[in-house]
């Protein structure tokens, strides 16, 4: 993923994670989140960046992220023969 794209997403996901909580405008910008959340975020993009098949869950403790896991899937195709 391009650095513009990423910058979208993380913007896109920062709105995605505001609006249950507060009444955010998509208009949400990365820059005016505390430096603690946009950290977050970037552990977050971090965890999904190169990951084609699997998951990235949030483990939430008292309103606050307390652990990133990354389960990532290796898909083996049938035609294919492994090295």
């Known amino acids: 993923m391009d650095s513009p794209a990423l910058v979208d997403y ?3 996901l920062t ?6 909580m507060t009444e955010s405008k998509p208009e949400t910008k990365l ?3 505390p430096q603690q959340e946009r950290d ?3 552990m977050v ?5 190169g990951l084609r098949y699997g998951s990235v869950l949030l483990t939430v403790h ?3 992220v307390v ?5 990532e899937k290796l898909r ?3 035609t294919k023969t492994l090295p």
């Not at 652990?67 to 389960?71: A, G, L, P």
Request: net charge negative; charged share 15%.
């Open 67 to 71: 652990e990133i896991q990354r389960t």
């Open 15 to 20: 709105y995605v994670m505001l609006s249950p």
């Open 31 to 33: 820059e005016t989140l």
């Open 76 to 78: 083996i195709n049938g």
């Open 10 to 12: 993380i913007n896109r």
């Open 62 to 64: 008292d309103g606050h």
């Open 40 to 42: 977050l975020l970037q």
């Open 45 to 49: 993009v971090a965890a999904l960046h």
